[in-house]
Antibody, heavy 120, light 107 residues
């Protein structure tokens, strides 16, 4: 059974760096083909893919946000970490962690999401 | 990046109706398209992948079709549990993108 859960601060101030952790079970990012992604959704708006990390430590980022994002993994802890620098109120959103299918690049399992508000 | 455009943005329908949602890509994405259902306050749920493959456990009233730049999600007979927002997502390129969503409301 695959499960994912996001954790991190609910509130950050503008210009601060956000660090989010995804803790998962039911699969391993040390297994060939496994991948995990971060996706966000501002209140009332559409989904936006942010970043992906693969079993071989390949990393991929949103074109528009790549200068602000870093994704990493700790396979011993079954965790994926996303950092986003220079936070702004427009970054207020629910941030989701999702397993990216081993076969193709769609998201087959999602975490419950964590709401991050950016405000002074 | 590949832009994904969904229509309509909102759809009002009744239980038992046949519902069709369209997703258009700004360039050809072959069949690399997924559909998700999202209910308020919940994470999206995968319905369809590779344009027309039904995810395990998803009711057969959901179906997907299309290739290239135009795709459709069809619900053959709308059920009360289907009132939700639906998103398409392309995965032809490494930079993954979603459509703007279609909210299916009760008429």
């Amino acid at each position: 059974q695959v499960t994912l859960k996001e954790s991190g601060p609910a509130l950050v101030k503008p210009t601060q760096t956000l660090t989010l952790t995804c803790t998962f079970s039911g699969f391993s990012l040390s297994t060939s083909g496994m991948r995990a992604s971060w996706i966000r959704q501002p209140p009332g708006k559409a989904l936006e893919w942010l970043a992906r990390i693969d079993w071989d430590d390949d990393k991929f980022y949103s074109t528009s946000l790549k200068t602000r994002l870093t994704i990493s993994k700790d396979t011993s802890k079954n965790q994926v970490v996303l950092t986003m620098t220079n936070m702004d109120p427009v970054d207020t959103a629910t941030y989701y962690c999702a397993r990216t299918s081993p076969r193709e690049l769609y998201f087959d399992y999602w975490g419950q999401g964590t709401l991050v508000t950016v405000s002074s | 990046d590949i832009q994904m455009t969904q229509s309509p943005s909102t759809l009002s329908a009744s239980v038992g109706d046949r519902v069709t949602i369209t997703c258009r890509a700004s360039q050809s994405i072959s069949s690399w398209l997924a559909w998700y259902q999202q209910k308020p306050g919940k994470a999206p749920k995968l319905l369809i992948y590779k344009a027309s493959s039904l995810e395990s456990g998803v009711p057969s009233r959901f179906s997907g079709s299309g290739s290239g730049t135009e795709f459709t999600l069809t619900i053959s007979s709308l059920q009360p549990d289907d009132f939700a927002t639906y998103y398409c997502q392309q995965y032809n390129s490494y930079s993954l993108t979603f459509g703007g969503g279609t909210k299916v409301e009760i008429k």
